[in-house]
T-cell receptor
């Protein structure tokens, strides 16, 4: 596997379910990101991890819980979601956090989530 | 608040012509601007990065300009091909937390 992989690619879940999204990067990067992408809207940054430490949580509801066990793996645990949470969830990585330099980000294919 | 605007209407261009996409921003003094391509059902793919002190950047058939006075970036694809059809996203580095802030993207359709 190369680049950034995400599983599952599609997920349908009820509002009372618990599920997890998985992301793995094979690029040796140190920073990983979760984004939400809804139709016709800009990417919304949800969480940022740098060297396994969470550095950003953009006011994301607690029904989304991230986990980063190491620099290569990132999870997004989902529970009691709402229909408005249906979206494409994208994972990305970059060599390191931006700081004063803007590094390009490498994205996975995303998980298309539908909450019924 | 910081805001990025891209034309929400799809841009239809005849094959072989130059396609030009616009990215405008407000309440910003970004040091960097990035352009990405996104195909349906896929994640964005990085294309080009331009710094505030660079007026223009080129990569093969792609050209990006960055006008900090107008607060605008233009993205050009010359000799466009149907395979260039995709949604193109611009992103700026936030000057508060250095994270990327994204435009909603412009869908480009190249007609044969």
């Amino acid at each position: 596997e190369t680049g950034v992989t995400q599983t599952p690619r599609h997920l349908v879940m009820g509002m009372t379910n618990k599920k997890s999204l998985k992301c793995e990067q094979h690029l040796g990067h140190n920073a990983m990101y979760w984004y939400k992408q809804s139709a016709k809207k800009p990417l919304e940054l949800m969480f940022v991890y740098n060297f396994k430490e969470q550095t950003e949580n953009n006011s994301v509801p607690s029904r989304f819980s991230p986990e980063c066990p190491n620099s290569s793996h990132l999870f997004l645990h989902l529970h009691t979601l709402q229909p408005e949470d249906s979206a494409l969830y994208l994972c990305a990585s970059s060599p390191r956090l931006a700081g004063s330099v803007s590094y390009e980000q490498y994205f996975g294919p995303g998980t298309r989530l539908t909450v019924t | 608040s910081q805001k990025i605007e891209q034309n929400s209407e799809a841009l239809n261009i005849q094959e072989g012509k130059t396609a030009t996409l616009t990215c405008n921003y407000t309440n910003y003094s970004p040091a960097y601007l990035q352009w990405y391509r996104q195909d349906p059902g896929r994640g964005p793919v990085f294309l080009l990065l331009i710094r505030e002190n660079e007026k223009e950047k080129r990569k093969e058939r792609l050209k990006v300009t960055f006008d900090t006075t107008l607060k605008q970036s233009l993205f050009h694809i010359t000799a466009s091909q149907p395979a260039d059809s995709a949604t193109y996203l611009c992103a700026l580095v936030s000057d508060s937390n250095y994270q990327l802030i994204w435009g909603a993207g412009t869908k480009l359709i190249i007609k044969p």
